[in-house]
C-alpha cells in the first residue's frame, strides 16, 4: 500500500488498534467461561494465547485488506480512479471492516447480557413476586405526609444552603481557574520561593507553638476540644502568614539592595530546604500509599535511607537552585492556574454521595454533613462552569479598561464581572435545582432531609410510607425543574 | 513628546510584527498610520502602552522610558495614553455612563471604585464629555443598545476621561459606514485642534488618512517604509505601500 510510506507512528497505531480488538475476542470467549474456569491454573495462560492470537489475526489481516485499525488510524488507500466509471462498492457486510465490527458487536453483546446476568426466566414468571410490593406502593400511606414534608423541607433547605454557601467560594475560586486571566500573572522567583518557605516553616512553627500552650490545658474545666480545634488551625495560618510575609520581605530588600551574594546563597538554601519538604511529602505520601506505612515507620524500620532521601531531595534542590535568577519572572499564574483546575477535576468527580460518607463520620448524622457534603462537590462543579465563562469572555473590554491606568482588580469589576454575571446566576440556579435532587440519595447515607426518612421505610418495608416519599420528590423536584428552566430562560 | 527608537516585536519567536522601527512624533500632530492588514499598525500601537509587550528597542512618552517603567509607572503612563478601538471595546451590558467613567479609573481612589463609586464631579465630567461627543441622552442606556457610530463616540469620551495627552486611535472607523467614519473622525480632528491633543491613528483608506492627517507614516510587513506629508504620497509610493495591482479607493 502506497499510504504505508507516510511515516510509521498512524501503521503502528492502527496495529495496536486491530491487535486490541482481536485480542479482545478471544480473551472475551475465555471470560464468558470463567465460571467453569475458576481458579484453574492454566486460566491466565489461556488469557494470553488470546492476546497472543489477536496480534497473530491482526497482522494476517492487515496483509490481506483495509482493517478497522486502519480505517481509525486514517490509513485509507486512494480510490483507484478510472475515468468516468464509478467503482462498485462492496456491501458492508462483505468488507473487512463490516465483519469485524459485526463479531465485535456480537461479542460484545453476549458478553454483556452474561455479565449483567439478563434472566428472562425470572421476568416471565415471578411478575407477581413485585405485584405485591406495587400494590403498597399504590396505596400511599398519607398518614406520614406531615412528617414527610418536614422532611423535604429539609431536604430543599439543606439543597439551598448548600448552593448559596457554594456560591462565593466558587465565585472567588474560579478567577484563579480561568487562564485568561492567569496567564498574565508572574512573581520574581527569589521573593515567591521565599514566602513559600516562609510560610511552610511558619504553619510548622505556629502548630508546634500551639501544642506547647495547649497541653498543660485542664480537660476538667474547659472544653479542650473546642480551644484545641480553634488555636491550632488558627497559629497555622497566623504563623504561616507572618513568616511568609517576613520572609518574602527580606528576599525583596535584598533583591532591590543589590546584596546579589547573598540573594544567591539565600536562593540556593531555599530552593534546597524546599527539595526537603517536597522529599519529605513525596516519601510520605509513597509509604502510605504503596506501603500503608508512615513517615515515622519508615524512620524506625529505614535505617539511615530516609535520611538519605532528605538529603538526596536537599541536593537536587540546591542544584536547580544554583541554576535560578532570583529576579526572574516565575510564571505564578499558570502554575495556581494548574493546580486548581486539578483540585477541582478531583473534587468534582468523587460523587456528593461519597463526600457525605466522609462528612458523616466528622459532623455525624444529619442535614449538616449532607449540605457540606452537597456544598463541596458544588464549589468544583460550579469553579469549573464559572471559570469556563470568564475564559470565554470578549477580551476587548479587558483590554480598553487596562489602557486607561486601571489597575488589575478595577480591570476586573470593570470588564469582567459585568461579563459574566447572568451566566452565574444562571448556573448557581441549576445547580440549587441538581442539588435538591442530589440531596434525596444524600439522605442514603445518612446526610438528613427526605432521602434519610425513604430509606428507613425501605427497610422496615414500609412500601406504602414510600410511596408518599416518591411521589413528594417527583412533585417536588419536577416544579423545581420547571421553575429554574424558567428563570434561566428570562435571564439570558 | 513620544519617540520610538528600534522597536522590534516577534510574536511566538517566529512572526516579526514589527522590525527595528524608529520615528518621533511632536506634540499636537495628527499622525496616521497606513498600510495593509497585518503590517504591524495595531501591534505597534499597542506596543506604546505596553498592551504587548515589545521584544526590543524602546518608547519614551514625554521624556519617560515607557518599555522600562515598573508596574505603577506604566499605570500612571497609560492614563495619559486615552486609546479607541476599531470594535469600540465597550462592556456592553454596563450603561454608556459606566463605560465613560470607566476611563477616569486611574485617578479616582480604587476603593471606591470598585464599589462603582464615583466623586461628583467626575459624573459631571463625563456628563461634559457625553455632550462634547453629542449624545448626552443616551447616558443611561445600556452600551449594546447604540449605533455603531454612537458606540465609537462613547468610546472616544472614555478616552477623553483620561485627560489624555495622547490618543491612539487604533482603526476607529474600520467597523463604521463611509458618512459616519467622517462624523467619528471628525470628533478627532476636533479634540487635536481644540485641545491641542496628539493623535495616532490607524486607518486603511489613504483618502481618509490625506483628509485628516498632519503627517503619515506607513507600514510594510513591520518596516517602516515612509514618513512623510499626506501630499507626498504619489502614485508610485502609493503602490509601494500597498502593493503593485492595488487600485485607490475613496471614501466619499
Not at chain 1, 82 to 90: D, N, S
Not at chain 1, 418 to 425: A, G, M, S
Not at chain 1, 447 to 452: A, D, K, L, R, V
Not at chain 2, 66 to 92: C, D, W, Y
Request: proline content about 5%; glycine content about 10%.
Amino acid at each position: 500500500m502506497e499510504t504505508r510510506e507516510q511515516g510509521w507512528a498512524a501503521p503502528l497505531k492502527a496495529l495496536a488498534l486491530d491487535w486490541l480488538m482481536w485480542a479482545y475476542v478471544p480473551a472475551g470467549i475465555v471470560y464468558f467461561f470463567r465460571d467453569r474456569l475458576h481458579g484453574h491454573p492454566y486460566t491466565v495462560w489461556l488469557y494470553l494465547g488470546g492476546i497472543a492470537l489477536g496480534l497473530v489475526v491482526a497482522l494476517v489481516l492487515e496483509r490481506k485488506g483495509i482493517t478497522l485499525g486502519e480505517r481509525i488510524a486514517g490509513l485509507v488507500p486512494p480510490e483507484p480512479e478510472v475515468e468516468g466509471v464509478v467503482p462498485p462498492r462492496a456491501p458492508w457486510y462483505r468488507t473487512l471492516v463490516g465483519i469485524t465490527g459485526l463479531i465485535l458487536g456480537i461479542v460484545t453483546l453476549v458478553l454483556g447480557w452474561n455479565i449483567t446476568e439478563i434472566n428472562l426466566y425470572y421476568v416471565f414468571t415471578r411478575a407477581d413476586r413485585m405485584a405485591n410490593m406495587t400494590d403498597r406502593l399504590m396505596r400511599p400511606y398519607w398518614e406520614v405526609f406531615p412528617v414527610l414534608i418536614e422532611g423535604m423541607i429539609e431536604t430543599i433547605f439543606l439543597a439551598l444552603m448548600a448552593t448559596i454557601i457554594s456560591v462565593p467560594i466558587a465565585a472567588l475560586l474560579s478567577f484563579f481557574a480561568a487562564r485568561n486571566l492567569m496567564r498574565r500573572v508572574t512573581a520574581p522567583y527569589g521573593t515567591l520561593l521565599a514566602g513559600f518557605v516562609g510560610a511552610i516553616a511558619g504553619g510548622i512553627l505556629g502548630t508546634t507553638l500551639a501544642g506547647w500552650i495547649l497541653s498543660p490545658l485542664d480537660s476538667g474545666v474547659l472544653d479542650v476540644a473546642l480551644i484545641n480545634g480553634i488555636v491550632k488551625p488558627l497559629l497555622l495560618v497566623v504563623g504561616a502568614v507572618i513568616l511568609g510575609l517576613v520572609f518574602a520581605r527580606v528576599m525583596k530588600r535584598l533583591s532591590d539592595g543589590q546584596h546579589l551574594q547573598a540573594v544567591r546563597i539565600a536562593t540556593i538554601l531555599l530552593t534546597a530546604a524546599l527539595g526537603v519538604m517536597l522529599m519529605y511529602v513525596l516519601v510520605s505520601l509513597g509509604t502510605a500509599v504503596i506501603f500503608a506505612g508512615s513517615w515515622a515507620l519508615f524512620v524506625r524500620d529505614g535505617g539511615p535511607w530516609p535520611y538519605f532521601l532528605l538529603a538526596l531531595g536537599g541536593v537536587i534542590g540546591a542544584a536547580i537552585g544554583v541554576r535560578q535568577e532570583a529576579t526572574s519572572e516565575f510564571p505564578l499564574g499558570q502554575v495556581v492556574y494548574s493546580v486548581m483546575r486539578f483540585i477541582m477535576n478531583v473534587t468534582r468527580s468523587i460523587e456528593p454521595f461519597v463526600w457525605a460518607l466522609i462528612f458523616v463520620t466528622w459532623f455525624r448524622l444529619g442535614p449538616f454533613p449532607g449540605m457540606v457534603a452537597l456544598m463541596v462537590h458544588s464549589v468544583a462543579a460550579l469553579g469549573k462552569l464559572y471559570s469556563e465563562q470568564i475564559e470565554g469572555i470578549d477580551p476587548g473590554p479587558l483590554e480598553a479598561v487596562r489602557a486607561t491606568g486601571a489597575n488589575e482588580l478595577q480591570t476586573i469589576v470593570y470588564a469582567v464581572v459585568p461579563q459574566i454575571i447572568p451566566p452565574f446566576i444562571s448556573f448557581t440556579i441549576y445547580r440549587w435545582d441538581i442539588n435538591v435532587r442530589m440531596s434525596t440519595i444524600i439522605g442514603l447515607v445518612g446526610g438528613g432531609g427526605i432521602g434519610q426518612l425513604l430509606f428507613q421505610y425501605q427497610n422496615l418495608g414500609q412500601w406504602r410510607s414510600v410511596s408518599v416519599a416518591v411521589i413528594l420528590i417527583v412533585a417536588v423536584v419536577m416544579t423545581l425543574d420547571n421553575v429554574s428552566a424558567r428563570i434561566r430562560e428570562h435571564i439570558i | 513628546m513620544l519617540e520610538i527608537r528600534h522597536l522590534t516585536k516577534v510574536y511566538d519567536g517566529r512572526v516579526r510584527a514589527l522590525d527595528d522601527v524608529s520615528f518621533t512624533v511632536e506634540k499636537g500632530e495628527f499622525l496616521v498610520i497606513v498600510g495593509l492588514s497585518g503590517s504591524g499598525k495595531s501591534t505597534l500601537m499597542r506596543c506604546i502602552n505596553r498592551l504587548v509587550e515589545p521584544t526590543s528597542g524602546q518608547v519614551f512618552f514625554d521624556g519617560v522610558d515607557v518599555t522600562a517603567a515598573s508596574p505603577e509607572q506604566l499605570r500612571h503612563i497609560r492614563r495619559k495614553i486615552g486609546m479607541v478601538f476599531q470594535h469600540f471595546n465597550l462592556v456592553k451590558r454596563s450603561t454608556v455612563l459606566t463605560n465613560v467613567l470607566s476611563g477616569r479609573l486611574g485617578y479616582v481612589n480604587a476603593g471606591a471604585s470598585l464599589l462603582h463609586r464615583f466623586p461628583p464631579e467626575e459624573v459631571d465630567r463625563a456628563m461634559a464629555n457625553l455632550t462634547r461627543v453629542g449624545i448626552p441622552e443616551k447616558a443611561q442606556v445600556r452600551a449594546d443598545e447604540l449605533s455603531g457610530g454612537q458606540q465609537q463616540r462613547v468610546g472616544i469620551a472614555r478616552a477623553l476621561m483620561q485627560d489624555p495627552e495622547m490618543i491612539l486611535a487604533d482603526e476607529p472607523v474600520s467597523a463604521l459606514d463611509p458618512a459616519t467614519s467622517h462624523s467619528v473622525l471628525r470628533y478627532l480632528e476636533e479634540i487635536n485642534r481644540d485641545d491641542g491633543t496628539t493623535i495616532m491613528c490607524n486607518l486603511h483608506f489613504l483618502d481618509l488618512a490625506r483628509r485628516y492627517g498632519t503627517r503619515i507614516i506607513a507600514l510594510k510587513a513591520g518596516r517602516l517604509i515612509f514618513d512623510g506629508l499626506p501630499s507626498d504620497i504619489d502614485r508610485d509610493r502609493f503602490r509601494e505601500i500597498y502593493g503593485e495591482e492595488a487600485v485607490e479607493v475613496g471614501v466619499s
